[in-house]
């Protein structure tokens, strides 16, 4: 079983910073792309930005020159670093990583495991 734990939400003033840090833990044997999603309330969920293995990340074009991530794979951690946030970055984030793990039969298996979510609030 693997789990990815989430911190670092809040809430913050428009133009002001926040970072996200997530850690996974578990049966892992290696981890391929990490993520970062949000989901503001009556939205989809949508993906903010995601970085493979080797550190090659994209973005979603609304957090382009704002938002950064990063990873650490010796602590199979992943980072997003917010700046100039925005009222409309206002949403609840969650953390994805594509894993591979042994199931209950010690089967190694590739499958997407999410964090519980953290409450971003960009507000005055």
Not at 10 to 18: R, T
Not at 63 to 83: E, P
Not at 87 to 103: F, I, K, M, Q
Request: hydrophobic letters at 35%; glycine letters at 10%.
């Amino acid at each position: 079983q693997v789990q990815l734990v989430e911190s670092g939400g809040g809430l913050v003033q428009p133009g002001g910073s926040l970072r996200l840090s997530c850690a996974a833990s578990g049966s892992i044997l290696s981890i391929a792309d990490m993520g970062w999603y949000r989901q503001a309330p009556g939205k989809q969920r949508e993906l903010v930005a995601s970085i493979t293995d080797v550190g090659s990340a994209r973005y979603v074009d609304s957090v382009k020159g704002r938002f950064t991530i990063s990873r650490d794979n010796a602590k199979k951690s992943v980072y997003l670093q917010m700046n100039s946030l925005k009222p409309e970055d206002t949403a609840v984030y969650y953390c994805n990583a594509h894993t591979l793990s042994r199931d209950y039969r010690g089967i190694p298996i590739w499958d997407d495991y999410w964090g519980q979510g953290t409450q971003v609030t960009v507000s005055s």
